[in-house]
Every structure is written in structure tokens, then in C-alpha cells.
């Protein structure tokens, strides 16, 4: 189809951005951005000269976009992602992509059976580190990721996993292909009643191990991904969108010599070449390159770690009335 009316349900910190890149893709037209917060939606829609509304229904009406992108609080995405869909608009719906399993399965349904777009904004997937180590990488034996950084109230309605390690599983996922044997994971509430750290290690069927590490109170602002491959150490920083490949080769005196490259590629917005993307799915009817399943399965292993942190308070909280008995 000839995409060109697109808009924003949800222009927040993170939903802004992307009624900013909208406005900058040649052969498209944001037609409204929407906000719950009134003067939210005013000073956005009047920055990039577009209507504004807040409501989705009257945005829908008045507004008729080809395309939106849902970047509301996570408890809403399958409401609004539900209302686009029924009325024949293609979504993309920030990650996580709901709230549970089996509403992550009725919007895949609802896709499916309209013919619509429905992608998933795993934006890191766009990284041009990320996409430049996802045509090397072949047999990863063991993955390390450290998302970290300082404390924000601005995220309030989910933890850390479902806001930050949902996308290093995600990255994880396409990256080791295969399926999942065990989950452990431990975490903590420090700043709010969510985990505010959270550590989990899984293993796959092939052999593959992966240690996630991530934290909303950290100091330290960290974001990298370590991958061990049998010959070869890959490591990725999502920030500056480097990657670095350690190798050692055996010289002819049967020493070691450590080889360091450092791999020339194109970098971009990450937020931009989604967004493109998304625009060229629905202009070509193809499916994207993150798409409802891999959001649902991103979200099945979030939902698991969650799972083996809540076990691990409840035998702590267990632990501690033992020994307040004895």
C-alpha cells in the first residue's frame, strides 16, 4: 500500500521521538500526535505543527492514519494496539509488547487475520552494532549483557526486566537460536516497589549459556553485550555503536599473539532505521524484522525471570521467619 498518514498515540519521553522521526521520513505525513496529558499533546503537536488530540477514538476518526506507533504505559498496549488494529491501522507497539502471553497471542490473531503490520519496538535490534554482529556471529558458547545506569522515576509502572533486560533478551534470542532449557534470575526493589536489579542466567539446548545483568540505580551507565564464539571475542558497545573482536593467533615460536579489530560500518539512529522499517513493511506487505512472535517470546522469557525472582523472595521472607523462630 502507498503508507503516507502516520501518528503517535503516546508522545512521552520515548513517544516524542518518535512523532520527531516521523516528520523527518521522506514520503510520509504525521497526521496527529495523542496524549492523555493535555498540555503534553499541545506543546508536542504545536513543536511539529501537527493536530493533537487526547483521545484515541477521535484521534482515529478525525485523523484516519494509515499506521501508528503505541508508545503508551505498558498496561494500555493491548487496548490501544487493539483499537488501531480494528480499524484496519498497522501498529507498531513499544516493547514489551503487553502485559501477558495471551494478549500478546489475541494481537497476533488480530494481525494475522486483517492482513496489518504488527511490529514490535525492540529498538536495539536496529543498533548498526547489533545488526553488524547478527551477520558474524555464528556460534555463540557463552553471551554476557550489562545494561546499567542511574535512577529514573520516569518509568514507574513496570521493573527492570519488563524496562530494560527485555531487550538484551531479546538481542539474546535472535543471536543464540535455540531453545531455552533453564532460567535462574535473582533481583531486588531499591528505589521503587518494582526490581530495581535484577541477574539472570539462562542455558539453551545447543550448549549456549547467557548471563543478563541489569540496574536502574547503578552510578555507572553501561550498555554492552560480550559474546564468546570458539575462536574469537566479540564485544559490543550499544552506546557508541562499536564493536570490537579479540582473536589469538599461535606465531611460528608456538607463542600467542592477541589480534584486536575494530570493524568499519555505517552507523544511524537506531529509532530512525526502526521506524523506516516499519514505514517499508507496511508499504511492501512484508513482515518486520521484529515481529509479534519474537515480542511474545521476548516476553515469555521476561516473564520467567520475573517468576524465578519472585520464588527467590518468597523463600528469603521464608528464610527470615526460620530464623526470627528459632
Not at 503490520?117 to 529498538?123: A, C, N, S
Not at 535512577?151 to 539474546?172: A, E, K, N, T, Y
Not at 564493536?243 to 592477541?258: A, D, F, K, T, Y
Amino acid at each position: 500500500m502507498e503508507l503516507k498518514r502516520l501518528g503517535v498515540i503516546g508522545v512521552g519521553h520515548l513517544g516524542q521521538h518518535h512523532a520527531r522521526v516521523y516528520t523527518e521520513l521522506l514520503g510520509t505525513q504525521l497526521v496527529g500526535v495523542v496524549d492523555l496529558n493535555e498540555s503534553r499533546a499541545a506543546a508536542i503537536g504545536e513543536n511539529l505543527g501537527v493536530p493533537w488530540y487526547t483521545d484515541a477514538d477521535d484521534f482515529i476518526k478525525r485523523a484516519r492514519p494509515d499506521a501508528v506507533s503505541v508508545v503508551v504505559p505498558t498496561s494500555l498496549h493491548y487496548e490501544i494496539a487493539g483499537k488501531a488494529l480494528s480499524n484496519g491501522i498497522h501498529v507498531l507497539i513499544e516493547k514489551p509488547v503487553t502485559t501477558t502471553v495471551s494478549e500478546a497471542e489475541s494481537l497476533l490473531k488480530m494481525a494475522a487475520d486483517s492482513d496489518l503490520v504488527l511490529q514490535v519496538g525492540h529498538v536495539e535490534r536496529f543498533n548498526s552494532a547489533v545488526q553488524y554482529i547478527s551477520k558474524i556471529v555464528h556460534e555463540p558458547l557463552f553471551l554476557q549483557s550489562r545494561r546499567l545506569g542511574p535512577f529514573s522515576p520516569r518509568i514507574s509502572d513496570v521493573g527492570v526486566v519488563l524496562d530494560l533486560m527485555i531487550h538484551d533478551i531479546d538481542i539474546i534470542l535472535s543471536l543464540v537460536r535455540s531453545d531455552i532449557t533453564a532460567i535462574s534470575a535473582t533481583g531486588k526493589c531499591i528505589r521503587s516497589n518494582h526490581e530495581d536489579i535484577a541477574s539472570a542466567q539462562i542455558s539453551f539446548e545447543n550448549g549456549a549459556m547467557a548471563h543478563i545483568l541489569v540496574s536502574r540505580v547503578s552510578e555507572r551507565r553501561l550498555r554492552q553485550l560480550e559474546i564468546m564464539e570458539p575462536e574469537r571475542y566479540v564485544t559490543v558497545n550499544y552506546e557508541t555503536q562499536d564493536v570490537s573482536i579479540n582473536r589469538c593467533v599461535r606465531q611460528s615460536n608456538s607463542s600467542l599473539m592477541e589480534i584486536i579489530e575494530h570493524p568499519v560500518f555505517p552507523k544511524s539512529e537506531p529509532l530512525k532505521l526502526e521506524l523506516q522499517h516499519f514505514v517499508s513493511c507496511v508499504r511492501e506487505g512484508k513482515q518486520p524484522l521484529v515481529g509479534i512472535s519474537d515480542g511474545k517470546r521476548a516476553l515469555e522469557v521476561a516473564i520467567s525471570v520475573l517468576k524465578q525472582i519472585h520464588i527467590g523472595e518468597e523463600d528469603s521472607v521464608k528464610e527470615e521467619v526460620s530464623i526470627e523462630s528459632i
